[in-house]
């Protein structure tokens, strides 16, 4: 079984703040995990995957993610937001090596003020 | 290059409606097709996927089914839709591999 949870509905930051964005998984087998944004009205865009060679994922629009087996993490992180961020990120991980069982959290929707 | 296209983008239905969504990709052969549907506050939730044509995967009973008349189109039905059944679905595929790409989503308001 795998699953994946996302603490947090809601995260608001700043403009040029940190964004960190929480993913702990549950698989009984080594994972794939994976960052997805998604903006209003839009289908899902991959922003980055893990798939067992470096811990440590950069992806597009300068996010990356590390995985931690000692803590089943893989959060989401971008040193300084941009209000173009604004966005809802999910994560999600297999443990088959294919998509079709590819398990969702639930999301974060990512807010930057001025 | 692939591109998956969906349509509607919108659609407004009353209670007990028929419904009929598709989804088309282009650019690949043979994929792996899916049908996501998202409701508010609850993420993403698989309900049909597809490894070839004529063979579908339910993965929750619900008041929809899905078909793959060709390759690579894919499409959600309903014979009377509920109200529960709002939401924004998403289509999307995949080949070998794990990497899954989604197409623009319809938004579905029943009434």
């Known amino acids: 079984a795998q699953s994946v949870t996302q603490l947090g509905s809601h995260v608001s930051v700043s403009e040029g703040a940190l964004v960190l964005l929480r993913c702990n998984y549950s698989s009984s087998v080594p994972p794939y995990l994976f960052w997805y944004v998604q903006y209003p009205n839009q289908g899902l865009q991959l922003l980055l995957k893990y798939t067992s060679a470096a811990t440590l994922v950069k992806g597009i629009n300068g996010f990356e993610a590390e995985f931690k087996k000692s803590e089943t993490s893989f959060h989401l992180t971008k040193p300084s937001a941009h209000m173009s961020d604004a966005a809802e990120y999910f994560c999600?991980?297999?443990?088959?090596?294919?998509?079709?069982?590819?398990?969702f959290g639930t999301g974060t929707r990512l807010q930057v003020t001025l | 290059s692939q591109t998956i296209h969906q349509w509607p983008a919108t659609l407004v239905q009353p209670v007990g409606s028929p419904l009929s969504l598709e989804c088309t990709v282009e650019?690949?052969?043979?994929?792996?097709l899916y049908w996501y549907r998202q409701a508010a506050g609850r993420g993403l939730q698989l309900l049909f996927y597809?490894?070839?044509?004529?063979?579908i995967s339910s993965e929750v009973p619900q008041n929809l089914s899905a078909s793959r008349p060709q390759d690579r189109q894919f499409i959600l039905s309903s014979k009377k839709l509920l109200l529960s059944d709002s939401g924004f679905y998403l289509c999307a595929w995949s080949g070998v591999g794990v990497k899954m790409f989604f197409g623009p989503g319809t938004r579905l308001t029943v009434l």
């Open positions: 597809s490894v070839g044509i004529g063979q």
């Open positions: 999600a991980v297999t443990n088959t090596g294919t998509a079709s069982k590819l398990t």
């Open positions: 650019g690949t052969s043979n994929p792996n």
